[in-house]
């Protein structure tokens, strides 16, 4: 075995998203998000439930800031709630939401844990859907006035601002096949979304600069499908290059080339005339970034369909991107998690090694990556763990969780930065996704992917082997390579 030391300025951190995890959906002036509407329609969130307590972390920060002290992380990847900002249309700021974010901002720095905050973890306000939502231009300009807002509100208590987490899933989730709020299907609708978020991420992104000056540290988060095509036939290679073009290039080309590429105009022809794109537009989408931030979880093969399939009008539950007719998705293979998803660590380093290539000057950072299993608690084992002080002891009070597939999955793909590293990767941080067990979308609290347990009974959390294995990981600050 060989030991990868990483540089000693690598960001380890840990992720969630407001929705997720805080709760308290109707206190201090919040107002609905499209995903308080969402959850409430029969059938659309597998055990009928939705984020109104979640992890309760809106009162219980500050004993999570202690986990997050215990785990010795860098940083913290928090969402923001639109609407506890802004809670009506057109409305003043509400100082009660700004507060809450301030006390947790303050505290994390007090702890010494650099906040990366995201603006956008997809819980719109509801009357900013009830007006369109992403299909209309103006919500583009509403988020830029929020991020103005939150540029001045929380200035330099945030290390790094990122407009969007996974537009990919706000568009083609949102509006494609609808299995994520708003819940609408129309291929045409979930194109003007990606171009209106990509429209906002550039004023965003402009908007914080204005306020916080060029050096304020701006990025976004994309989840680039990682699709490999089953063989090097013309065919195969036109079904990933089809797939890339629609799920990754929409974004990357906007934000990082200020482009379209035309193709993506010809092939969803039947779908768009992207009527929605306006002088001057990509000249905002194209502004400077910092970083960018990867979320990656396992990776797609695909194989081209000779006879393309019918095009068709999008449908609820079904394929999510449109102009996908000559793509054939294979069912993914090995040992699959919880969600069903493939384990393939490979994807991620390839991707690491080639967006460097792409784009050498922009440092990446796993921004969130992590598996969901079924886990059980052990009780009646008590496991206390010295720290390097009274403060960073670990006492699991009787109860943990033994998740040896997530072990592995965490080392398997730790290893796998590490191996982009030494391939030449510019890669300056890991964020695990997540910090705790949380409200996993449409699939309610089913769905575990928490390195800390929640007991959503009694909120309390519980440590796994994960947590104290990433807790070594980021001591060591270095991982066991298998080769
Ligand atoms: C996403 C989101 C997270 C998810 C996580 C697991 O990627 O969908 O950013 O909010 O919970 O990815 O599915």
Known sequence: MKRYEFLNRFIWGAATASYQVEGAIHEDGRTPSIWDTFCERPGVISDGSSGAEACDQYHRYAEDIELMKKLGIDAYRLSVAWPRIFPELGGKVNQKGVDYYLRLLDALRDADIKPVVTMYHWDLPQYLEDRGGWTNRDTSKRYADYAETLAKAFGDRVDIWTTFNEPWCSAYLGYGNGIHAPGIADYGKALDAVHHLNLAHGLGAQAVHGVLGDQANISVTLNLAVHIAQSDSEADIAAKRRADLISNEV????????????????????????????????????????????????????????????????????????????????????????????????????????LSKRFPDLPLMVTENGSAWDDDVSEGEAVSIEGANA????????????????????????????????????????????????????????????IIRVDYDTQVRIWKDSGLRYREIVHDNAIELDE
């Open 251 to 354: 974004f990357l080309g906007p934000m990082l080339e200020g482009r379209y590429d035309p193709e993506i105009f010809e092939v969803t022809a039947q779908d768009s005339d992207w009527s929605c794109i306006q002088e001057s537009d990509l000249e905002i989408i194209h502004q400077p970034l910092h970083s960018l931030g990867l979320n990656y979880y396992a990776t797609t093969h695909v194989q081209g369909l000779e006879t393309p399939k019918q095009h068709t009008a999008a449908v609820w539950g079904e394929n999510p991107v449109p102009a996908q007719e000559i793509v054939d998705v294979l069912p993914p293979e090995g040992e699959l998690t919880a969600m069903g998803w493939n384990q393939e660590p490979e994807g991620l380093t390839n991707t690491l090694v080639e």
């Open 391 to 450: 403060e960073s002891d670990i006492e699991t009070h009787g109860k943990i969780v033994h998740d040896p597939k997530r072990v592995a999955y965490l080392n398997a793909h730790v290893g796998a930065v590490a191996k982009a590293l030494q391939q030449g990767a510019n890669v300056i941080g890991y964020f695990a996704w997540s910090l705790l067990d949380n409200f996993e979308w449409s699939f309610g609290y089913t769905k575990r992917f928490g």
